[in-house]
């Protein structure tokens, strides 16, 4: 029947193709009405001439419509382009797509563009099944979307309205609501010193953006994405355009007060290397009474590029915004900094399944740490990519992980530590002055710290890690006791000839355990 129904419908748009000459703005009526009814759209923004219903070319403008509300009966609508602004208007799926065979299915093929004015903007897709029985699932396509980019008419106003998408697919009846994003989506940035906030609510099992989603200011106004249940936002990487913390107000998290268990899954494409300046938290920010927090947000790494995350809004600390979600590693890089999280609000898990990790501050000029509850090491690596620029080697003074309870290790193989930085560029220890083996390194750099840790080799860290990105020397590792409980793992460096490797390797397994003891 879906075949059938969709085959027919491209036939019918390859016959209209022949005769369509240009595609055609369609402004949809003041008030509600039908979607398919030739009285519901006009030729005019000043509704004066009756148009047709907007076709697969044409751009349906929902302008100052007074809370209008499209109702769509048919189980298939294809449309161009989609502008809104000035004040709240609806495309809602209607009770006649009750229990239908396939998912109601509505495709943007290019631009949906909320955009600003004096006005506040809230454009809609929603459901209208009133008190019908059944269900129905329903899949969103849009080519891209745009919330804040641009003003409506390229107008200019004394002040701006907030522009802001609602995908709202909560209702029990829809049986899966899935939103597919072809390409990108774009959140403010069409405002230069004026401001004006950027908002997605999205309600729906699913939004799956195959491009980027950027975040840009509209003079100081705030971007944020709030999840309206539990969703899996899937995206091909997380950017925003500001450089500096200060210059930030961008915002990822479940709706205030909820239970929803959401998880963000980059899948940034390989040789992308993107930053987010920004906050993903479990339900917002400035959170007090930390008993209150009920719901959590996952981060999920399975692409082969670079994301990285510097968690902050405003330039902030002691943020009381709640990180519980579980961080899973599975190819690809992520680089997180959360120290502006206050410390009772880092209550992340690592859990490092492929691909690799690292703390790194947005400015590389300063350390970075990253900070959680427990970790666990299955495979894959650790990144420091900054090791050159902070001068580690002689400072000691390194981006590092932070884990409160226990760091444990439960894959068979050896975690790689790569000194590589961003550009790939391998630590050239030659600029250095270097011990001349393992037993003569001075300059231990602590990169790791535990409360406690589980499944290492205590009397030997080389037999669970080994450096990569490295040339002219070689990396040791050992653990050490803190002296207020916990342990940290340390790096020095030394200039071994290759054929003794093995030999230093033996000796450093020996000095490690005596260290160790001593410590005791």
């Not at 450089?243 to 998880?263: K, M, Q, R, W, Y």
């Not at 399944?353 to 970790?375: L, V, W």
């Not at 020397?473 to 793992?489: D, K, M, P, Q, T």
Request: negative net charge; hydrophobic residues 40%; aromatic residues 10%.
């Amino acid at each position: 029947m879906e075949k059938l129904l969709r085959g027919a419908f491209w036939g019918v748009v390859l016959a209209v193709s022949v005769v369509s000459a240009y595609s055609a703005d369609k402004y949809f009526r003041v008030g509600s009405g039908t979607y398919l009814s030739g009285t519901s759209w006009y030729a005019d923004e000043q509704r004066t001439e009756q148009s047709s219903v907007p076709n697969y070319e044409d751009t349906a403008i929902f302008q100052s419509t007074n809370n209008g509300t499209a109702w769509v009966t048919q189980i298939d609508t294809y449309l161009g382009n989609l502008i809104a602004s000035k004040g709240m208007s609806n495309i809602n799926l209607g009770r006649e797509l009750i229990n239908s065979e396939v998912p109601a299915n509505f495709q943007i093929y290019g631009k949906l563009s909320v955009q600003l004015s004096d006005e506040y903007t809230n454009f809609g897709f929603r459901t209208s099944f009133d008190d019908a029985e059944g269900t129905v699932g329903v899949e969103l396509r849009v080519g891209s979307i745009d919330i804040g980019t641009e003003v409506y008419g390229g107008g200019s106003y004394d002040k701006y309205g907030q522009a802001q998408l609602t995908l709202d697919y909560r209702d029990a009846r829809l049986s899966s609501s899935k939103v597919f994003v072809d390409g990108d989506v774009k959140m403010g940035g069409g405002l230069a010193g004026v401001s004006a906030a950027a908002l997605m609510y999205v309600g729906a099992d699913l939004l799956e953006v195959g491009g980027t989603v950027t975040f840009s200011r509209n003079g100081v106004g705030y971007n944020n994405i709030h999840f309206l249940k539990s969703c899996t936002f899937e995206t091909g990487g997380l950017i925003s355009t500001n450089t500096t913390s200060g210059n930030t107000d961008f915002l990822i998290a479940n709706d205030f007060n909820t239970e929803f268990v959401s998880s963000v899954v980059l899948k940034n494409a390989a040789g992308t290397d993107y930053q987010f300046i920004g906050l993903i938290s479990d339900d917002g920010n400035g959170r007090t009474d930390i008993t209150a927090i009920k719901a959590v947000t996952n981060v999920v790494m399975e692409g082969e590029g670079t994301q990285r995350i510097y968690s902050t809004i405003k330039g902030g600390v002691g943020l009381t915004a709640r990180q519980s979600g579980t961080y899973s590693v599975k190819s690809g890089k992520l680089i997180f900094d959360n120290s502006s999280i206050a410390a009772d609000y880092r209550l992340a898990v690592l859990s490092l399944e492929g691909g690799k990790f690292g703390a790194a501050h947005y400015d590389s000029a300063q350390a970075g740490i990253a900070y959680f509850k427990s970790t666990e090491l299955i495979s894959g690596g650790l990144a420091y990519e900054n090791f050159k620029e902070h001068n580690s080697v002689e400072t000691g003074v390194s981006d590092k992980i932070v884990v409160s309870d226990t760091l444990k290790k439960t894959g068979a193989g050896k975690i790689a530590v790569d000194f590589s930085d961003r550009s790939g560029n391998s630590l050239d220890l030659s600029d250095f002055v270097l011990a001349e083996d393992a037993q003569s390194i001075e300059m231990w750099v602590e990169i790791l710290a535990a409360g406690d840790i589980e499944g290492f080799d205590m009397s030997d860290a080389n037999s669970d890690f080994y450096g990569e990105g490295l040339k002219n020397g070689i990396a040791v590792f050992r653990w050490i006791e803190s002296s207020g409980g916990g342990y940290g793992l340390e790096v020095g460096f030394a200039q071994v000839p290759e054929g003794a490797t093995t030999a230093a390797a033996m000796a450093l397994a020996a000095f490690s355990l005596a260290f160790l003891r001593r410590r005791k």
